[in-house]
């Protein structure tokens, strides 16, 4: 195992690291402790005060708000009750679906088709924040890309069980069975 | 112990232990580490060489220029130990191959002896594509057999029917072209005569086939060569059993990675391709039709650190050679693990660290349950795009960790221009470059992705000398530039691609044609990670019966580039009886190019991370300074504004883009609308097939057919009735 200075493990992060000296990184064998000091860099940088789980994204985290595990922005907004329902279904969506619309990122002979192909952006009803973008088929539900067995992370893997659990399960289409049509 | 009783062994041993051959310990490691180490530099320096002689010694420039092969060695049993460079998504296959050859019990008929060469190309039988030729022979020492030596290369043509080697047209296994199904091709060392001759009748371009076989000969030659010195040196026990601890090493190692670097849980990537024939030269009535292919992954990771590959909503078998069987999904995976996960030691060892859920009964990626004559002319095609979701599905488990190095966004797309004809030497020929051998690289999280320097199935990636590539076709490169634009759009955008524009030159008529390995032209990939736009489509061009021959000797411009996606060169300089400046690819359209016609062929970058609007201005800029990227996708993507100066540099204006970036975070949260009011509108445009193509409604349709339970999560989240199904559609037009 390495073993590297937090400072530089910020450098990394940031893209300030000499290209030669990440390729060393990565050619070696990884740090135990990356994701205590990755959490640490990201948990300094917002101004809220949960305890980040998971980074998800470079927005998004799951984090324990009392005794709820939930999906948080960096901004602070909160995707819903539970990061075990795809955050996408609180966020903000707008579909690039005719060819006028498409133009604002693809024109000419760059364009996708619009009777085969969505172009969704999903961002964060809290600060504007564009964090998915899908190019699907209309029926595709959105992915739910990332869905972490943290009980077992932290259990199993990292030695350092979490104070409650939750079973492993998407529960996306629960939520949806609530919903009116 | 015959070698069916060992592989059976090997099996049991390995289910009940967890290890490979049952190795708890790496006794040789442990005890002679240094030897260890040096005789697996010396194999992998053996495969090197057998890279050098057997390219050198092949005909096709493909292999001889572009090192479009690989060499292998194997164990006893089959399971690859070390590999060359070159093609590294076989070694999978040929450990199979040679599997399929034990457990047939050609061991007794007719027997492995010295001197023996087998081959297939036949994807019934561990073979991918016919055109992909594979070769393998025995390797005694002291009368025993202690491993084999293997390869493939990728001939010009396989007489599949059409010309080339990129078949997406053939229309079932019979169209594939020449088989050679798991056949012993010759003895001491030599091909069978018969075995020149069928190449002769059967394929058009015989003398570069046969010439490419010689190719994998030698290699493998050359490596049965040096493992007897180094049997000699090294002693056979400890050879024998530090082969095996190579492979029970690699595995140790995936595992131990996926441990430490990811995170267990589900991760699921849609991924879709477009095959889109209606209206185009096919050659059987049920190809005139547009098909959208459904490419779904799912990855599990449990808590033991075991990853589960499933391919769960997989659309049906088309009728083109664009299926793929379960093996060479294996063998393609192996190529994407080695990439992402486990590198230090490339072979069949890390297979064991994963399961893949058999792909579903006829879908293109287990057709023969359905249909045991699908085509496979070019079953890379949707199993690379498969793979490019891979790339993303484990970044984002890196990111999560904070392994921040090692994530990489979703790769580039694969389309191959290919060429038949009479060359400027008055001999039929058929060839395609290696250009997409050279895509951009996918876009990490710390930086964008390299320009023209990277593969999804070959990490040798080359894409040859024009000159070189000129002395074999009859055509001349009149451009081969980065093409703008051509990586995602994000916080590091993905690399960029290139684009060739080629005259033909020096040759009565070529066909043209502009094969699938993995494009998409009418769709754009789902790789928006992390709010990145993906890649736009493939999209290539030609004009034919041009006025280039008079524009030359009137010194006018030509096309050196593909130029503006709104205002292509090709349409602004030239003149011509049939300009295409926007054809959707694939296709072969039997129209002849002659002398001074053009072809515009661009390859594809790769995808991006990251919101644009985080992009730093400063790269921007210099992607501006570059002709990286056009003012109107700075402004509008990006939204950085720029001039540019009377010198051509251009400066940020700061505060202006403070302003638009700020303006776009706005117009995003009054645009876009709570997802529960769009999904409550959109449902009943999903139910009624709305705004739907063909291709699209029948993609679904055979989807929740052949996956059920895929179907079911289909219906439950649209709240659609349980017996919904969407109805089979005609094509438009």
Redesign the interface.
């Known amino acids: 195992m390495s073993e590297y200075n937090p400072h530089e493990?910020r450098r990394?992060?940031?893209?300030e690291?000499p290209?030669l000296r990440?390729q060393e990184?990565?050619r070696s064998p990884?740090d135990?402790n990356?994701?205590l000091?990755?959490?640490e860099i990201q948990q300094e940088r917002v101004d809220w005060n949960e305890r980040i789980l998971?980074?998800?994204?470079?927005?998004l985290f799951i984090v324990e708000s009392g005794a709820r595990r939930v999906v948080k922005c960096r901004c602070g907004f909160e995707f819903g009750d539970d990061y075990r329902v795809n955050w996408?279904?609180?966020?903000?969506?707008?579909?690039h679906?005719d060819r006028e619309s498409l133009d604002?990122?693809?024109?000419?002979?760059?364009?996708?088709?619009p009777?085969?192909?969505q172009?969704r952006?999903?961002?964060c009803?809290g600060?504007?924040?564009?964090?998915?973008?899908?190019?699907?088929?209309?029926?595709?539900?959105p992915?739910?890309?990332?869905?972490?067995?943290?009980d077992?992370?932290y259990r199993?893997?990292l030695g350092t069980p979490l104070p409650d659990t939750r079973t492993?399960e998407?529960k996306?289409?629960s939520e949806?069975?609530r919903?009116?049509? | 112990m015959q070698l069916k009783d060992e592989l059976a062994k090997s099996d049991r041993l390995l289910t009940e232990t967890g290890h490979m051959f049952g190795l708890k310990t790496l006794a040789r490691k442990e005890a002679d580490p240094g030897n260890y180490e040096a005789l697996w530099q010396i194999l992998l320096n053996v495969c090197g060489m057998a890279w050098t002689v057997g390219c050198k010694v092949s005909s096709s420039p493909v292999a001889v220029e572009g090192g479009d092969a690989l060499w292998s060695i194997h164990l006893p049993t089959g399971e690859a130990v070390a590999t060359s460079r070159g093609i590294v998504s076989h070694p999978g296959l040929l450990s199979l191959l040679i599997r399929k050859y034990i457990e047939s019990d050609y061991e007794s008929m007719p027997g492995f002896h010295p001197g023996d060469i087998f081959e297939n190309n036949d994807p019934h039988f561990g073979g991918i594509h016919s055109p992909d030729f594979q070769t393998v022979i025995p390797i005694h020492f002291e009368g025993e057999l202690i491993a084999w030596a293997a390869s493939v290369s990728h001939v010009m043509d396989a007489g599949s029917v059409l010309p080339g080697a990129i078949s997406f047209m053939n229309p079932d296994s019979f169209s594939d072209g020449i088989p050679f199904t798991m056949e012993r091709v010759g003895e001491n060392d030599r091909f069978y005569p018969w075995y020149a001759k069928r190449i002769q009748s059967r394929t058009r371009i015989p003398e570069l086939v046969i010439g490419d076989s010689r190719g994998r000969l030698a290699g493998c030659l050359t490596i049965r060569d040096r493992l007897m010195e180094v049997v000699e040196k090294f002693g056979a026990d400890f050879f024998k059993e530090a082969m095996r601890e190579y492979i029970e090493d690699s595995r140790r190692y995936a595992v131990t990675r996926v441990r430490t670097q990811t995170i267990p849980g589900r991760i699921r990537k849609s991924a879709f391709k477009d095959l889109a024939m209606k209206g185009k030269r096919v050659i059987m009535p049920d190809q005139d039709a547009d098909y959208l292919m459904n490419l779904n992954q799912e990855i599990t990771i449990d808590a033991d650190a075991r990853i589960r590959f499933s391919l769960r909503g997989a659309s049906a078998w088309v009728p083109f050679g664009e299926n793929i069987t379960p093996d060479a999904i294996v063998s393609a995976l192996l190529n994407g693990f080695s990439h992402m996960v486990g590198f230090d030691m490339f072979n069949w060892g890390t297979v064991a660290a994963w399961d893949l859920e058999t792909p579903p009964e006829g879908s293109w990626a287990n057709p023969y349950p359905a249909n045991y004559f699908a085509a496979s002319g070019l079953a890379w095609a949707p199993a690379v795009l498969w793979l490019s979701s891979l790339y993303e599905s484990l970044g984002r488990l890196y990111y999560a960790r904070g392994f921040v190095e090692e994530v990489a966004a979703g790769g580039a797309t694969t389309m191959v221009g290919e060429f038949a004809g009479e060359n400027q030497y008055g001999v039929y020929t058929i060839g395609q470059t290696l250009e997409q051998a050279s895509n951009g690289s996918p876009a990490r999280a710390i930086g964008d992705g390299e320009n023209g320097a990277w593969s999804i199935y070959t990490p040798n990636a080359d894409f040859g000398n024009a000159e070189i590539t000129e002395f074999f076709y009859p055509i001349l490169y009149l451009g081969r530039n980065l093409e703008p634009d051509s990586g995602g759009f994000g916080k590091f955008r993905g690399g960029l691609g290139h684009t060739v524009v080629w005259m033909v030159k020096n040759t009565p008529g070529i066909e043209y044609i502009c094969g699938c390995a993995g494009l998409r032209s009418k769709i754009i990939p789902n790789h928006g990670m992390f709010g990145a736009y993906p890649t736009p489509p493939d999209r290539p061009s030609y004009a034919r019966g041009t006025n280039v021959k008079a524009l030359i000797d009137a010194r006018k411009p030509l096309v050196h580039e593909r130029g503006d996606p709104e205002d292509p060169t090709l349409a602004r300089n030239i003149e011509a009886e049939d300009l295409q400046t926007d054809v959707i690819a694939p296709f072969a359209t039997g129209d002849i190019l002659k002398e001074h016609d053009l072809i515009i062929q661009p390859v594809s970058g790769s995808q991006a991370f990251g919101d644009p609007i985080e992009r730093d201005p400063e790269n921007v800029r210099e992607d501006l300074e570059r002709s990286w990227t056009r003012e109107r996708l700075a402004r509008d993507v990006y939204g950085v504004v720029a001039h540019r100066d009377e010198d051509d540099h251009w400066t940020v204006d700061a505060g202006a883009t403070e302003k638009a970036r700020a303006e776009i975070r706005q117009e995003r949260k009054k645009r876009g609308v709570p997802f529960k009011n769009w999904w409550r509108a959109e449902r009943k445009r999903v139910e009624a097939s709305e705004g739907m193509s063909s291709a699209v409604t029948n993609m679904w349709r055979t989807s929740m057919e052949l996956t059920p339970e895929y179907g079911q999560e289909l219906r439950a989240f649209w709240k659609l009735p349980d017996d919904f199904c969407f109805e089979t559609k005609e094509a438009e037009k």
């Open positions: 493990i990394l992060v940031d893209g690291l290209w990440v990184i990565m990884k135990a990356r994701l000091v990755w959490i998971l980074p998800l994204t470079p927005a996408k279904l609180e966020a903000l969506i707008y579909v679906e604002r990122i693809y024109r000419g002979i760059d364009q996708p088709d009777d085969w192909i172009l952006e999903y961002s009803p600060c504007g924040t564009q964090l998915e973008v899908e190019a699907v088929p209309r029926g595709c539900p992915d739910f890309e990332f869905l972490p067995d943290l077992t992370f199993d893997w492993f998407d996306t289409l949806i069975a919903w009116e049509v």
